[in-house]
Every structure is written in C-alpha cells, then in structure tokens.
C-alpha cells in the first residue's frame, strides 16, 4: 500500500515551458486535490477534484490545469511555467466520513521555474 | 473569502516545556478542525484532529480546544520534545457530502531547545 505517490521530486524549467505533475492513489479515496506550499504562507488549494470526471478551482488556480484521469489519478499541467510558479507541490487524497476526512498527503515535487 | 489566522509563526520552548498556538477562522459553518505536523523536508501528517461538536480532545501529550462562538481552536503540546520540533499547520474544513472545502493556516515552526 503506497498510499499517495508523485512524480518528478524534482523540476526544473525555464520560463515559457510546460509540464505535467503526477500524483496517484491507492487507498480507493474519492477526493483528490492539488496544493502548493510557500515559505510562510502555508498549504494554498489549487484545484480539487470531489470524484471522478469531476474537477473544481480551489484558491489559487490561475496558471494551472487538472485531469482527473481516473478514480486513482489526477495530474496538475503547469502550460507556460513562471517564476512565480517555483514552489513546492503536494498532492493529497481523502474521503469524508463519519465527521471526518484526513488529508494523505505525497512527497511532494519542488519545482523551480527560472 | 474566508481565512485561517494562525498564531505565532515561529514558536521556541524549552524541551520539557508547554507549547501553544492558536488560530482564527473566518466560516462559521466550518465543522472540522485538523492540525497537522510537516517535519523537514516531510510531507504534512495529520496529528489531531476535532470535530464542531466536541469542545476538546486529547491524545497523549497533545490537545486541542475548540471554541465554535469564538472561531478560535488551539493546539497544545505539554512536555515537549526534540521531535516536537516541527512545521505546524492548523485547519479549518466544511465537510460537505462528496468532498471537503479546507482552509490551511499559514503554519508555527516549533523549535524546541534542549
């Protein structure tokens, strides 16, 4: 049981390039979502996706983009990488019940955009 | 929109010592608070967690309160230890049916001195 996996660890890309982050789960959770974390300004919501071939626009979605392309995975398209995009980002997976819905959370991709 | 306000940034105590911190949260129909504890270079793990309709929990040598009138819930850390040291991110969450709508603060890095 991996629990929530991502790929690349690391990026690097120059301003104007695009790329695709991977994240999959296999603990059968319906909830999936994107954040990105910056020094002294916490975990910030990109994009969620409440199920599958569903998606929606979290706090800071602009720049980005989202496939949920199945119940397990839900990838986040960087179109044309900025610098102000260098941060690092973490995919996470949950389900709601009973009162309660734990964020699992990856490892993580710290991507640098020069 | 709504926000989470979390008090202090950067936090230091005495190994053994009690630690505090303290947040705001702006929707009051939020219904469940977890905190979670990102150590260097980790991804954040859930530690605790509280639901609207419980006042406190405790587990061990950590606690949370919760006061719904005031929109204010805290965590508190009693005979810390060198492992406490940690990035701290509590959390505001509207549980809907089919998936979450959560608010992160901006994190406490705890240090604890020996």
């Known amino acids: 049981n991996a629990g929530v996996t991502q790929t690349p660890k690391f990026q690097v890309l120059k301003t104007g390039q695009s790329m695709t982050l991977q994240c999959a789960q296999d603990m059968n959770h319906n909830s999936m979502y994107w954040y990105r974390q910056d020094p002294g300004m916490g975990l910030r919501l990109i994009y969620y996706s409440a199920s599958e071939g569903t998606t929606d626009k979290g706090e800071v979605p602009n720049g980005y983009n989202v496939s949920r392309l199945n119940k397990r995975e839900f990838s986040l398209r960087l179109e044309s990488a900025a610098p102000s995009q260098t941060s690092v980002y973490f995919c996470?997976?949950?389900?709601?019940?009973?009162?309660?819905?734990?964020?699992?959370f990856g490892p993580g991709t710290r991507l640098t955009v020069l | 929109g709504e926000n989470v306000e979390q008090h202090p940034s950067t936090l230091s105590v005495q190994e053994g010592d009690s630690a505090v911190i303290k947040c705001t949260y702006s929707?009051?129909?939020?219904?469940?608070f977890p905190w979670y504890k990102q150590e260097l270079g980790k991804r954040p793990q859930l530690i605790i967690d509280?639901?609207?309709?419980?006042g406190e929990k405790k587990d061990q040598r950590i606690a949370v309160t919760l006061n719904k009138t005031a929109k204010h819930f805290s965590l508190h850390i009693t005979e810390t230890q060198p492992e406490d040291s940690a990035v701290y991110f509590c959390a505001a969450t509207l549980l809907y049916s089919s998936a979450s709508k959560i608010i992160f603060g901006s994190g406490t890095r705890l240090s604890i001195r020996p």
């Open positions: 929707d009051s129909a939020s219904n469940y």
């Open positions: 509280i639901r609207s309709n419980v």
């Open positions: 996470a997976s949950s389900e709601s019940t009973g009162g309660v819905d734990t964020q699992y």
